[in-house]
Nanobody, 124 residues
Framework: QLDLVESGGGLVQAGGSLRLSCSGSGPTFKDYAMSWFRQAPGKEREFVASIGWSGANAISSDSVRGRFLMSRDNSKKQVYLQMNALKSEDTAIYYC?????????????????WGRGTQVTVSS
């Protein structure tokens, strides 16, 4: 069983930065792509970013590209989401998820393990 625990959320002013972390467990952490999703109040969960098993390939949504950067450290079993130039519309609960394969995915149905989320609030 894979446990995912997010951390690093909080309250930040618009234009500021936050770095989210997600800690995993188990010997197979390095074998799978990992992703970040988010869900704002009253909205559906949406894709943010995904990174392949080695960290060499990453994709992100149009809304965060150029501002957010996802990375991973397999030796520490962690993935990160560096969020810069934050906007009020980035306010959401951010979830870490493990994909079902080693390649990136933007679809939530292609992920089979989820963390409980961390709240990010951007004040304008």
């Amino acid at each position: 069983q894979l446990d995912l625990v997010e951390s690093g959320g909080g309250l930040v002013q618009a234009g500021g930065s936050l770095r989210l972390s997600c800690s995993g467990s188990g010997p197979t952490f390095k074998d799978y792509a990992m992703s970040w999703f988010r869900q704002a109040p009253g909205k559906e969960r949406e894709f943010v970013a995904s990174i392949g098993w080695s960290g060499a390939n990453a994709i992100s949504s149009d809304s965060v590209r150029g501002r957010f950067l996802m990375s991973r450290d397999n030796s520490k079993k962690q993935v990160y989401l560096q969020m810069n130039a934050l906007k009020s519309e980035d306010t959401a609960i951010y979830y870490c998820a493990r994909a079902q394969s080693y390649t990136t995915s933007r679809y939530d149905y292609e992920h089979n393990a989820w963390g409980r989320g961390t709240q990010v609030t951007v004040s304008s």
